[in-house]
């Protein structure tokens, strides 16, 4: 009986910390640069960056966003990118809900911000549908999960024109206030001229992975535990 309350309760232990790592691993997904753009950019569309800072890639397949409705019934689907990689930073921007124009916009992006050439490893993946426009005046952008949870969100007030926000800080459920400087956090001047951000650089964020290893700890703790009052 000892032998299998041990094992009731090793198991027991082991999902609470699948669990809990698996929700370690979506908290370490960042809005780490979102830029309104809009019709006032060259490729004419609005953009935002996610950034994995754990430690392992993160499956993103059936995930979506949605503005500030902050509604997963509202949200659209992320496209073109599966998976985020330790450390990466992915560019997702605006397009049409069919996906029909994401390689003229994708193209004329990489034309605006690198002159046509794109560094290596950039990924770019693309969102579209009714009503998540972003507003130059305030807005927000919401990542979900495809269950409906929500990994990550910020809000924002009144864009500068040819400046994103540059969210290095890590700001998640908060508001961004900080517009890009070239030279910090990896931002710099468009290839045209006219914009300054840091599309696809890595943002100095916090890194949370140190919540998993702690869990990952508090468990082997808690089955020696169970083992010595088994025995």
Known sequence: MKSSSFKQAASALAAVLACAVS?????????????????????????????????????????????????????????????????????????????????AINAAFTQAWFGGNAPSGLLIGNYGGAGVGLSTSTDAVNIFTASG?????????????????????GVNNGVLTTFSTAGLNGAFLSANGIET?????????????SLALLLTSLGVLGLTGIRRKQA
Not at 197 to 209: K, L, Q, R, W
């Open 149 to 169: 949870t929500l990994v990550t969100r910020v809000d924002f007030n009144a864009s500068t024109l040819g400046r994103t926000f540059d969210n290095a800080a």
């Open 197 to 209: 951000g840091s599309p696809g650089a890595i943002a100095a964020v916090p890194e949370p992975e």
């Open 23 to 103: 929700h370690s691993a979506h908290a370490a997904i960042v809005i780490s640069e979102v830029d309104a753009a809009g019709s006032s950019a060259a490729y004419a569309a609005d953009w935002f960056e996610l950034t994995n800072t754990g430690t392992s890639a993160v499956n993103i397949n059936g995930w979506k966003m949605d503005d500030n409705s902050n509604a997963f019934a509202s949200a659209v689907a992320l496209r073109g990118v599966s998976s985020i990689a330790a450390g990466q930073s992915v560019v997702f921007i605006e397009s049409n809900s069919t996906g029909s124009t994401d390689a």
